[in-house]
């Protein structure tokens, strides 16, 4: 076998020969049941294995494009509520609920308080509201 992966069938033949290692051993009852060469197999294997990924490219994370689109994302990274972000913005669920459907503007209190408590640049605010 090459010394490295060089086409997605050849990452495949890999990854089957790993499987094919880790049921032995699985069956066996550890690592330890396989032959020295087997190991040593099993770990070139699997080094060539992470070459091969970590040379593939991510897939490009969406950027938000709108203001909402950036208050939901960063309530989704802190796993915050609605009422849960209205609380620490110091607004109503209400106003918030409206400002995330489009039917109320951004003023300048709560756009300091986007950028004060959700770390969002003022330039983004002041492009996007």
Do not use: C
Not at 25 to 39: C, D, I, V, Y
Not at 41 to 49: F, I, Y
Request: no cysteine; net charge neutral; charged share 30%.
């Amino acid at each position: 076998m090459s010394y490295n992966i060089n086409t997605e069938e050849e990452y495949r033949q890999v990854m089957e020969k790993i499987e094919t290692y880790l049921q032995q051993a699985t069956r066996g009852g550890g690592f330890h049941t396989l032959a020295p060469q087997e190991r040593d197999d099993l770990q070139r294997l699997s080094m060539l294995a992470e070459a091969w990924e970590d040379n593939i490219p991510l897939m490009p994370i969406r950027q938000p494009q709108t203001l909402i689109e950036m208050i939901e994302l960063k309530m989704y990274e802190r796993k915050l509520k609605q009422k849960d972000l209205a609380a620490l913005l110091g607004i109503s669920p209400t106003r918030l609920s409206e400002v995330l459907q489009g039917k109320r503007k951004v003023n300048l209190d709560l756009a300091k308080r986007l950028y004060s408590v959700l770390k969002i640049s003022p330039e983004f605010i002041l492009e996007k509201a």
